[in-house]
């Protein structure tokens, strides 16, 4: 029986869990998820035959916030003795695939199983290239993901290039900048990794644009701003790193940035303040809705219980806003791997009024 494996932060499972029974419902596809508090995954399984593979072509992987990655297919028991067979016999009722992506849970358990997976990546790699299952000259082929819960217990699915995320398991590989004020950069970077295709970073992420960083201290998000050459304004009461305040890009307004309010429009403004959600989405569709930026990146820091409508009702409410306004604009959200009790959302506007935002 085939069915969906998603994964997803640790102690996130319930929000992925609904989220999919939520999407699966509004397709008319009928599923029930498999979990446990802690494990990282979730299963959806559909008892009708194809339905699963239905429901994976009938969801925008970008609709998806707390699953990081998924894939499409079964499990295996296999024996300590022998673990490859089992798994190209599996392959022989899939794709073709253009890649291999050995997986674990983002866990404890999962990571003690990184000897196992360097011991098994050369030989399964090989076995799959002599039997042609993988074929690396195939770029737009599926991914074929074999995800290890055990010594004994694999499954064996794919993903498609074009629906899903870029990276096994869903977490992109970033390298901390040692010149950053602070690790939570790395949000900002992510975010736009996810958000923003990388072959139009060089026009919305341009030199000489301008942007605003709401609770930027000591600078972790200005840092990336800067890093791109951009004229920012740094809104926050706490004191910036002082290469930075050296780099000449950099005006450092000390305010509250729920109540600050730009002297002209910018074409980006990010937040990454802890603060009630609501909160947060209301200061989101202030921005937009009165001209005040182009594109934005939020964090919404959510609450212990609850979460998944929570950010949902953040959403609605920016939507509402937009719509208010007369405004079309691209929403998105997605709880990225260097989140932690959030969630962030990216919105761009594409147009307003009578006329198109550049």
Known sequence: MQELLLHCRPGFEGEAAT???TLAAERGINGYVVTRDGAAVVRFVCP????????????DFRELIFARQWALGSWLDVSTEDRISPIITA?????????????????????????????LERPLESALLKTRFVRPKQVDAPRLHVFLESGQRI?????????????????????????????????LEEAWHHFIPREE??????????????????GGWTWQLVNRHMKVTAVDNGPMARSLMDSGQVEHVQADGYLFKPA???QWMVCDIVDKPARSSALLARWL???????????????MKQRYRE???????????LDAANIRASIACKQLYTDREEVTCHVRVLHAGSYKVQ
């Open 19 to 21: 989220e999919i029974q």
């Open 48 to 59: 009708a035959a194809g339905d699963a593979e239905r429901l994976m072509g009938a969801i």
């Open 91 to 119: 392959c022989a009722s899939g794709p073709i695939a253009s890649r291999l992506w050995l997986e674990t849970a983002d866990t404890n358990d999962g990571k003690a199983l990184a000897a196992l997976i360097r011991k």
């Open 264 to 266: 002209r429009p910018v």
């Open 201 to 218: 970073w060089d026009s919305r992420l341009a030199p000489g644009m301008t942007a605003v960083d709401l609770g930027a201290a000591p």
């Open 155 to 187: 499954f064996v699915g794919w993903s498609w290039a074009d629906n899903a995320a870029a990276w096994p398991m869903g977490i992109p590989r970033l390298k901390f900048p040692r010149e950053a004020p602070s690790r939570s950069t790395l949000k």
């Open 311 to 321: 950010v949902m009702q953040c959403l609605a409410h920016v939507q509402d806003a």
């Open 289 to 303: 809705t009165r001209g005040w930026c182009r594109e934005a990146i939020i964090n919404f820091k959510l609450p």
